[in-house]
């Protein structure tokens, strides 16, 4: 999550007792069934109330959970509003937008966000209502395309609830004209004259005349905030009858009138108070008392609530209020014109508070409303480094915006700490002329330039190589990134840990790129230190996966699983107490499966898997949920279910999401090699044609794996339609990969490579060279115990094996290899069981749970699944909920996963 | 470098030129009586008592998205809408405050 939440906008607003319950609309939009609820009114018509009390006292329905957002206009960023909205439905209904918030986190389409939040909705059991107050607030064409995907998409179990003042833009004629849409509006929320009457007669206790009443109806035209203020300026008067008449006499604005009426009836701190908190978006105690100077500012909040006098509270715990849209615009008219020479420095006090409070966008937004850019630019300029490390990367992409141009012209740190929002936003045009102007300024003497921490400009140099590094690299000039990293560490300041890091990571990703793992892994090594010591643990993590890929790659092992360790040991240090597990913890997991499995330890490499996924979404990277499929795939072929092996990888490439690492292990290669050893060899080699795969290829590390997946193909090939030609051009492409491998140090391809040779060489009755491609194989891979490479080739190199034994009777690493090998030492269905048996479902789901099980993983939706198994959307919906509960899990994709784990998936149901 | 709209929104405020296309004089009416306090709150437009208890609010907007921001904060206040329209720019405009 790169957004930090706002709590209050989760909050539901309580209704309040003392308001008038409306039968003629509480009943409304439930009795239709609508899918899309409506509330479109101008300020003052008591939307929000109504959907309070709507939620709050659900009629004619079984509740339904409720997830509900209160929008600003920071929503009008999309990944602002998307966040809140996913995060809504999340909490409301646990599992429903975790899958989401995740693909949205990794840069994701928003159809394919919303594509997988819909898919668990679309089965879910129990119902659901998003409301989403204020939407004028966020309406933009920003996020336009992502409503109307999901208003046409809305399944059943859904109801969009909007409160607005403006009709939005979104298709609703459908809906409409299906009559699903219910549609509130300023007519049908107006007050009639009885509830007028009623109305007046609760909130002032007074048994007024009907003549008053009508006055007071036709007056304010049913408009509620303006009853509400007229049965305020009512109370405690003498003479209701005489206002009512002044009232209705008098034709300026209600709301100023009957503003002015109750400010002018209170004592005058309680007015200087309303005028010096006007500015303010949201009130507390402390923030009140800043602004104001004054100090009784709780106390004044919580008599404001009691009075009725237009204060909303936020929170459950009456910290935080607001004032009444309506209230606060006359009160701020009245400042303005009353002390318009004030108006800065309230600002600039409540710019002061949040700036203490550590809530610098708040700080920042009142400097600037102060007019004090000077201000607003020293706050952001400190502010962003911790809002870096907590990925809030959107917040300072729109400071760029907000603070004007002539401020940032003589600020070198401020500049090239912007760069580093354009750079997270993926915007690289004109980043170059921004890195040049900062160079001029360098130039510059230092009493020329504006700065608040003259240290920081020490840092500058080495940031600006780095940045140019990584603008080298989004070019697709690996080699001119290494250059610029380089020079970036070279003139990093000792104490710059950060930027050291940062240029080390990008140099190692660019080596990676070349195939130089040597160098890769040394930038990575160095990256890691650095950031382990700034505490960014959520990159150390993201490293520390990388590094392990190589390092197997190098035919390190232990090596990797080491780094593992460490990157995990160091994930739980950070945790906090009783918090969640961080995020990137489960991919860790994961890899230590992979380093588990080369050992040819099964149950360890499923125990690990089985960790991860117990863990949760919020506990893997966007690239988990593929990674951990991939894995488990593994596990499968290695068991011999090859069919749930090719089901688990057409899931991993559905839920895949690439990130910048090259993609040197593609899900088709290790689908390909599953349907080798599947024996569905036309398959495979119309793989190798879609890839543009030959035998006479260039080599080189990128395609290293394909190749090798090519080569397997070719020697399956061989084996069911022997032919020399065939094989003489296998054993060169071996050849050739082998010198490459050896090349660049890359024993862990050598040792595939030898293992495929051997074969091949047996194949083509080659005894010696045989022989001495397995003992070089051997020879790498007994230091760190790799197993599984000799185990997965089969029959024919267990034969070759037991020669070997022969030759080196001594070698207790040859006869353990040999034991695990041999297809009558230790069989595939005697080894340990892949996962516990205590795993075993005490309640086993019937066979119709399984076919709807089966479909979940599936990218139908529910209405979909119901058509394919010819049955009613709801009996799909009871079945999910008895998975769900069956399988101790609250969503479709944990469902799928845990029933891989415990292999139900594994064989097709008898017909 | 600025976006598009972040580029546009700096451009139009150096360049409030009335005479520029996107830019103009607006008078707004509206129903009900509206004092001049609320002059500051519309960023110093006039405010004129119009015919039959309307208001009239009258000055220079920069550009459209300018105009729909007035528009949006008497939409907020609840204030009802009678008419919106260009009017010429007068050629002493301080006349008018």
Redesign the interface.
Known sequence: MSIALVETKFFLPHAREDLLARPRLEALPWVRRSRLVLVSAPAGFGKTTLLAAWLANPRGKSAARCAWVSLDEADRDPESFWSYLLTALERASPGTGGAGLSLLGAGQPIEAVLTAVLNEVSVLAEDLDLVLDDYHLAENPGIQPGMSFLIERLPPQLRLVIGTRADPALPLARLRARGELTELRAADLRFTDDETGAFLATVTGLDLPEADVAALGARTEGWIASLQLAALSLRDRDDPSEFIAGFAGDDRYVVDYLVEEVLDRQPAEVREFLLDTAILERLSGPLCDAVSGGTGGAKMLESLERRNLFVVPLDAQRRWYRYHHLFADVLRSHLLAERPEQVAQLHRRASGWFAEAGEPVAAVRHALAAGDADRAADLVEVAIPDLARDRREAVIRAWADQLPDEVLRDRPVLGIRLVGGFMSTNEFDGVEQRLQHIEELMRRPVDEVVVVDPDDLARIPASLAMYRAALALNAGDPAGCIVYAAEAVAQTRADDHLTRASAAALAGLASWATGDLEAATAGYRVAIEGLTRVGHIADVLGCSLALADMELTLGRLEQADRTLEHALALADLHRPAGGDVMRGTADMLVARSRVAWHRNDLSGAATYLRRAEDLGESAGLAQHPYRWRVALARLRAGAGDLADALDLLDQAERVYVGDYSPQVHPIHATKARVLTAAGDLSAARAWAREHRLAADDEVSYLREYEHLTLARLMLAEHRTHPGEARLSDLLKLLDRLLTAAESGGRDGSVLEIEVLRCLAHRASGDADAALAALEHAVDLAEPDRWVRFFVDAGPELAAALAELVVRRPHSDFVRELVRQAAPGGLPVAAQPAAFPHDDVLLDPLSDRELDVLRLLGSDLDGPAIARELVVSLNTVRTHTKHIYTKLGVNNRRSAVTKAHQLGLLVRPRQP | ???P??LA??VCRVNSDPSDDDAGWYEISIR????E?????FEGMAIDAGQA?Q?IIRGPVVDQAALHGLL??L?????PLVEVRQIPAPSAPDDLR
């Open positions: 470098m600025k976006t709209e972040g929104r700096s009900g009586r509206l004092e306090r609320w002059a500051a709150w208890g208001t949006a904060r939409r907020d206040l609840g204030i």
